[in-house]
């Protein structure tokens, strides 16, 4: 099949790269990019391994409530904050 593609700037430029490297045609660059990408675009995307973070007990709230922020500083940090 013959076809005309107008291509973006830094498309070219990584053809021209990967021909070069490859010591291959424009043609045969094209055409295996083209088949490698389609294929990725019609694949199912990866199921990505879920993450689970495990639960860790901090132990017993060492300050009465978190509402006064100067007495949980002064328990803290000891009344020398003051």
Known sequence: ???????DDDVA?????VRQS????LKQV???ALRQG????IEPPKRRASYRTRPVSLGRCLVGSLDDVSEALAIAEGEAFR
């Not at 430029?13 to 790269?17: A, F, I, K, S």
């Not at 490859?22 to 045609?25: E, I, N």
């Not at 389609?38 to 675009?41: E, G, K, V």
């Open 1 to 7: 099949m013959r076809t005309t593609l107008s291509l």
């Open 22 to 25: 490859k010591k291959a045609g």
């Open 38 to 41: 389609l294929r990725q675009m």
């Open 30 to 32: 094209v055409n295996e």
């Open 13 to 17: 430029v990584l053809l021209d790269q």
